[in-house]
């Protein structure tokens, strides 16, 4: 696609069920990442993947959080049991090189409930 | 590690006036790049302006310049005749390609700055 793609758009989930939120990024871009937003927060990194290089997931806030990027492209975050602090917008971007400008998605607003 | 830090939660201009938002960084690199994005109410963060490090010329881009100091290492964004859809929150980033280990050129934000436009 012309850009990056998160699914879904939104999503409602019950207290304590597990989510799976995609990013499919540029076709050819080699760094993925997510990040969280809070209302009206900044942004809080989550995980950075670089090509075949181990992953950055040292923003991660708990082990129920955990990403998968397969064949270098397509990414997956998941959420386990989630709790209402889980509660954000989660962003995805990729960019062409280390040090290219990064694209974004449009996001998927998680409501846990 | 590299810090970001956005010291101005809100700013706001009239309509036509100029604005500049603040952003300082903290880095031992020589060699790095910094940006601008913009985030409207649609959520989509959009670039609006990049500066390489190891360029002395400050970058422009039509209504938006961005005033570099290196040995400050400030990085101020100036928006020239103001409109309304300039109304977002902006954020300022750094990257560097000579951070080791998984953190290769991961970008760090800092934490916003919500400008209001009034007319």
């Known amino acids: 696609g012309a850009g990056v793609s998160q699914s879904p758009s939104n999503k409602v989930t019950e207290k304590g069920k597990d989510v799976e939120l995609r990013c499919d990024p540029i076709?050819?871009?080699?760094?993925l990442y997510w990040y969280r937003q809070s209302l009206g927060q900044g942004l809080e990194f989550l995980i950075y993947?670089?090509?075949?290089?181990?992953?950055?997931k040292s923003g991660l806030p708990s082990d129920r959080f955990s990403a998968e990027r397969t064949g270098g492209s397509v990414s997956t975050l998941t959420i386990q049991r989630t709790q209402q602090e889980d509660s954000a917008v989660y962003l995805c971007a990729s960019s062409s090189s280390q040090f290219g400008k990064a694209f974004f998605g449009q996001g998927t607003r998680l409501t846990v409930v | 590690a590299q810090t970001v830090t956005q010291s101005q939660p809100e700013m706001s201009v009239q309509e036509a006036e100029t604005v500049t938002l603040s952003c300082t960084y903290d880095?031992?690199?020589?060699?790095?790049?910094l940006f601008w994005y913009k985030q409207p109410p649609s959520r989509q963060m959009i670039l609006v302006i990049r500066q390489e490090a190891y360029k002395q010329q400050n970058a422009t881009e039509n209504r938006f310049s961005v005033n570099f100091q290196k040995a400050a290492k400030s990085f101020s964004l100036k928006i020239s005749d103001s409109q309304l859809g300039d109304a977002a929150m902006y954020f300022c980033?750094?990257?560097?390609?000579?951070?080791?280990?998984?953190?290769?050129?991961?970008?760090?934000f800092g934490q916003g700055t919500i400008l209001t436009v009034h007319p």
């Open positions: 076709s050819g871009h080699t760094a």
């Open positions: 980033a750094y990257t560097s390609p000579n951070a080791g280990g998984t953190s290769y050129g991961k970008l760090t």
């Open positions: 880095t031992s690199e020589s060699d790095y790049y």
């Open positions: 993947f670089q090509g075949n290089s181990a992953p950055d």
